[in-house]
């Protein structure tokens, strides 16, 4: 079941996730997150940092795991979504920096560093909170369509039409990364709770097929609707199709 909750545009939409995860933050005595990256979020994570500074909220007892990782990109690339989050939102905070995780995307044996992603989210039994973008063509994370819905993280070859959407952030196209880290579709199906947030015309397509359409393996989004606990908060914009 999908709770949708419609607000007017971007910025209520980071203001209505903001309000949900500062109140779980505070419910939780450890809380450990699931983060996405991407367009979206960024205005959230503006709100969450002026949250801190206003000292309303901590992250010393919180931990963090990122839904995925270009590979062969450094975390010192301006493009790694290493770098997204430290400068979108870890570097303003207090989360030591041993609480936060992220695939690595240049190690040496990838399927180790996946597994080991995968092993450390198990050793703390869930993640508490997992928030998610939505790609245009129903990706979660980098699990495209046609991924299993029994998916793990693993190693995902991104298609033709993300390479073009995130293209957008890079000098060329032919910098984009064809592969990434992915935490898996099982995976995030196992978070107590799940916010996934869309905004603009963009995501109205994908927003009409996630609330009307069939669940398939064709349209990865299409499995929240098999999780107890999901928000959906989306623009007007965004629910302009459903
Ligand atoms: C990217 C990311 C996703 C993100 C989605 C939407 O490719 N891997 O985690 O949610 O696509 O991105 P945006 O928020 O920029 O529209």
């Known amino acids: 079941m999908l709770k949708v909750i419609q607000v007017k545009d971007y910025d209520d939409m980071s203001e209505k996730a903001c309000e949900m995860i500062i109140d779980r933050l505070k419910s939780l005595e450890n809380p450990v997150l699931g983060l996405a990256t991407g367009s979206t979020p960024e205005g959230l994570y503006q709100r969450i940092i002026e949250k801190y500074e206003q000292k309303e909220i901590s992250f010393q007892n919180a931990m963090t795991f990122n839904l995925d990782e270009y590979v062969g990109l450094a975390k010192d690339d301006p493009n790694s979504y290493y770098y997204y989050m430290n400068e979108k939102l870890f570097k303003h905070i207090d989360i030591p920096k041993e609480r936060i995780h992220l695939p690595n ?13 995968e092993q450390l989210i198990h050793a703390q039994n869930h993640i508490d909170l997992q928030l998610l973008g939505l790609g245009v063509n129903g990706h979660i994370g980098f699990n495209e369509p046609g991924t299993p819905f029994s998916s793990r993280t693993s190693v995902v070859d991104l298609v033709e039409s993300t390479i073009n959407a995130n293209s957008r952030f890079f000098d ?9 880290i992915s935490m898996g579709i099982k995976t ?6 799940i916010i996934l947030l869309a905004s603009g015309d963009s995501k109205a397509e994908a927003i009409a097929r996630l609330i009307n359409g069939e669940v398939s393996e064709d349209f990865p989004a299409s499995i929240l609707k098999n999780h107890k606990r999901v928000t959906v908060i989306a623009d007007e914009a965004a629910l302009a199709k459903a």
């Open 105 to 117: 995307g240049t190690a040496a044996d990838l399927e180790k560093e996946c597994n080991d992603y």
């Open 188 to 193: 995030i199906m196992e978070s107590q709770e």
């Open 172 to 180: 060329s196209i032919d910098d984009v990364p064809t592969q990434a």
